[in-house]
């Protein structure tokens, strides 16, 4: 059997995954088994911010595994509290809970939102309003907040109080707000949904809804967040604060882990055993997100995102010229969606035959979340590739 017969037989089929078995990175650059060569434009779902194998991140963390890996809530490691001072610091939130995962960050801001309602109501009764096209995670909990019946139905009976507006329309959210909403949960910009990206006037119009009904913002930006569009935080684009915040992906670059913070109002909610996890948080996590915020300060990666991703988009504006088939260009930063006017499987397929990891949102959107690192001339190889893919689809 091969590694991909191997897969099949041993991995439950819960996904539907291409063929390729990948043995190590370099730089922005994916090796297979057959030592293969791919130029990473998905970064492991916008996970890997610093590509693979960047000296900081991996001497740091070599250094963290020689000292401790694992510890328990039970007790403080440095680490930890520093990683959460940088959370405060780069977020404008006032507390820190680290989790391991998204699901996990949106299923704790969840909590967080009903237990405000609890001790402001004395009521277990709440209700949550998310998007449709969202997508929170895949727990039973998030999986009820994620806008997509496909990914619920069979898994019933889901928690309940959930209710699903659309996005950039804030009659349809309003439409939904009553005495038991205890929050609205939101992407700026929709990740797995197709690359959407919320309006100013939408944004605003939350955090004053939200302001008027004392019923917490809860951002998501599990994908969207850590300098992928260009500042630390999406929200800072939009000139508002949320009150609970959901972190993952990015936040360790490749280490697992999640963090969910909240401003003083919500956070005082939370009282010792409302809540926990038992790796949440651990000294290597803690140390992976430390890091990652050390590097994205002293590299200017931030700066770098704002520049090589007015280059994407002009390459990829200068695609969209030329095919007729490419219905538009959406994205923020490095958070990129491109919308054709068919299925883009096919393509998808021949970019990775050349070279070129990209996946799908949806049928028809091309899917790109590079590492930040990206420079120009990957960006030139990207879509060259991505030119004769479409060409060859095409014909
Ligand atoms: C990926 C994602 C999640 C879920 O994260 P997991 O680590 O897969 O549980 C939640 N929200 C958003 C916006 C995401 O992109």
Redesign the pocket.
């Known amino acids: 059997m091969n590694y991909y017969e191997r897969s099949l037989d041993a991995l439950m089929h819960a996904y539907r995954r291409y063929q390729i078995t990948f043995d190590h990175g370099e730089g922005v650059y994916l090796y297979d088994t057959d030592q293969k060569k791919y130029l990473d434009f998905f970064s492991g ?2 996970v890997n911010s610093f590509g693979y194998h960047y000296p900081e991140y991996i001497v740091s963390m070599e250094k963290q595994l020689h000292r401790l890996m694992h510890i328990s809530n039970y007790f403080n490691t440095v680490e930890t509290i520093e990683a959460a001072e940088c959370v405060k610091k780069a977020t404008k939130m006032d507390k820190v809970f680290f989790t391991n ?6 299923e704790g801001a969840l909590k967080l939102a009903r237990k405000y309602y609890f001790k402001k109501h004395g009521k277990a009764d709440s209700e949550i309003i998310a998007l449709n096209h ?6 039973t909990g ?1 999986v009820r907040l994620t806008g997509n019946e496909n990914y619920q139905k069979a898994f019933g009976p889901l928690i309940e109080g959930v209710k699903h507006a659309n996005i950039n329309d804030l009659e349809s959210v309003k439409a939904l707000i009553n005495e038991k909403t205890a929050g609205i949960i939101v ?1 700026p910009v ?3 949904g197709g690359v959407y990206v919320c309006t100013q006037e939408f944004m605003q119009g939350l955090r004053q809804l939200c302001d008027e009904h004392d019923i917490a913002l809860i951002l ?5 967040g850590m300098g992928r569009t260009g500042t630390i935080m999406t929200y800072f684009q939009y000139g508002i604060l949320p009150d609970i915040l ?1 972190l ?2 990015g936040i360790g670059a490749g280490f ?1 882990m ?1 963090a969910f913070a909240a401003n003083e109002k919500f956070s005082n909610a939370m009282e010792p055993g409302d809540h926990g996890s038992t790796y949440g948080g651990n000294p290597m996590a803690g140390n992976a997100c430390r890091t990652v915020f050390k590097i994205i300060d002293e590299k200017n990666i931030l700066e770098h995102v704002q520049n090589i991703s007015q280059y994407v988009a002009e390459k990829l504006d200068e695609l969209a010229e030329k095919y007729d088939c490419i219905i538009e260009r959406r994205g923020l930063g490095l958070m990129i969606g491109l919308e054709f006017d068919r299925p883009v499987k096919d393509i998808v397929q021949k970019c990775l035959d050349h070279g070129l990891i990209v996946v799908t949102a949806g049928a028809n959107v091309v899917r790109m979340l590079p590492p930040l690192i990206i420079e120009k001339e990957h960006v030139d190889e990207m879509t060259a590739i991505l030119d004769q893919a479409i060409q060859e689809t095409l014909s």
Not at 134 to 139: D, K, V
Not at 220 to 224: A, F, G, L, N, T
């Open positions: 779902i916008g995962s998204g699901a996990e960050s949106t969202s997508f929170h995670g895949r727990t998030s992407e929709q990740g797995e998501d930006e599990v994908q969207c959901c993952a992906k697992p999640g």
